[in-house]
């Protein structure tokens, strides 16, 4: 398996993400934007950990402590501040600070996913 739909639904994903929070920070909301960036967030992140485990013949893309297994654990921790921020609505500064979280983490995934790859 390549690492080219991992790296197309994490970056599709980061991209669409940053598009989000402009339109927060407009003070606009589209429901179906959100949809689609959780599909792809939670899709690059099932595609990375299947080409973490490796293939049935053994061949595994990483090797242990590397940058894609790092990656990996800052996806779902991004994942679940996003789950986070956006039952926290009532409290508005809550929520920033979890939005901002959210955003910060899932940007250093990606970064230390194409680090990763780079080396490749």
């Known amino acids: 398996m390549t690492p080219t739909p991992v790296v197309v639904l994490l970056t599709g994903s980061a991209l669409l993400g940053l598009y989000?929070?402009?339109?927060?920070?407009?003070?606009?909301?589209k429901q179906a934007l959100v949809a689609l960036h959780l599909?792809?967030?939670f899709g690059g992140l099932e595609t990375l950990v299947m080409?973490?485990?490796?293939?049935?013949?053994?061949a595994s893309f990483a090797?242990?402590?590397s940058f894609a297994k790092i990656a990996a654990g800052l996806f779902a921790v991004s994942a679940f501040s996003g789950f986070i921020a956006a039952l926290a609505?009532?409290?508005p500064l809550a929520a920033n600070?979890?939005?901002?979280?959210?955003v910060t983490v899932g940007l250093a995934g990606?970064?230390?996913l194409l680090a990763g790859l780079s080396s490749l």
């Open 20 to 29: 989000l929070l402009l339109l927060y920070l407009r003070g606009e909301r």
């Open 51 to 58: 080409l973490l485990h490796g293939t049935p013949d053994g």
């Open 110 to 112: 990606v970064a230390l």
């Open 97 to 102: 600070v979890v939005l901002g979280t959210h």
């Open 39 to 41: 599909l792809l967030g």
């Open 63 to 65: 090797a242990p402590g």
């Open 89 to 91: 609505r009532r409290s």
